[in-house]
């Protein structure tokens, strides 16, 4: 799915003779680690194009983390639950590991 998302950014598929001197190009992948709620850590390779355009929506730059497992800690938090808490219970519950300064970054973004 990311590579149609840069297909759909360039303009072109994977070569396709359309992508002859446009001005920008794909430009390998990068690994990505990601927490998700269902999955675990999923290693991902996320494509680049020559121009640094690019921006994933599925995983937007910057995210390390699922929105759904961000849900969930804010739910966690929300009932009163310690960093500490939520931290134990995201390894048992959906077996990723979340430190709690990661829980406390993600809490603090909606406390301010």
Known sequence: MLKAELDDHLGYEKHSPEGRNSGNSRNGSYKKKVKTES??????????????????V??????????????????????????????????????VEVSEGTISNVTHRITE
């Open 58 to 95: 599925l995983i937007p730059k910057g995210q390390r983390m699922s929105d759904k497992l961000e849900e969930a800690i804010i739910g966690m938090y929300g009932r009163g639950m310690t960093t500490s808490d939520i931290s134990e219970h995201v390894k048992e519950v959906y077996g």
């Open 39 to 56: 999955l675990g850590d999923l290693a991902l390779n996320i494509p680049r194009d020559r121009n640094s355009e690019f921006d994933p």
